[in-house]
């Protein structure tokens, strides 16, 4: 099965940027939908962004809309997470993940089955 592995995360002052990879090693069907999402100590694991591999279609949560931008790479099998102008209410574990078929809108947790072990980013003020 996939195996999905984050790299990129770190401590950074508020303001800065922070991009985050996720490098699958190889996927058992050729439709499918990655997302990152993050968990804050004390709070539920939210979705932060998805994006559906067949036509790139992306969705972001409210709160990361204008600072952060996902991008996919399918010669590679991996996806990045740009991060810029970050708070400290960023600071949390993201994690990707992956769901074979369609993307489910909104964004949650509940419909993706392979994970990352996650990454770590600390945000500063």
């Known amino acids: 099965q996939v195996q999905l592995v984050e790299s990129g995360g770190g401590s950074v002052q508020a303001g800065g940027s922070l991009r985050l990879s996720c490098a699958a090693s190889?996927?058992?069907?050729?439709?499918?939908?990655m997302g990152w999402f993050r968990q804050a100590p004390g709070h539920e694991r939210e979705g932060v962004a998805a994006?559906?591999?067949?036509?790139?279609?992306?969705s972001y949560a409210d709160s990361v809309k204008g600072r952060f931008t996902v991008s996919q790479d399918n010669a590679r099998n991996t996806l990045d997470l740009e991060m810029n102008s970050l708070k400290p209410e960023d600071t949390a574990m993201y994690y990707c993940a992956l769901r074979y078929g369609d993307c489910v809108w909104p964004l949650s947790r509940t419909y993706y089955n392979y994970w990352g072990q996650g990454t770590q980013v600390t945000v500063s003020s």
């Open positions: 994006i559906r591999q067949s036509d790139a279609t992306i």
């Open positions: 190889e996927y058992t069907y050729s439709r499918y939908c």
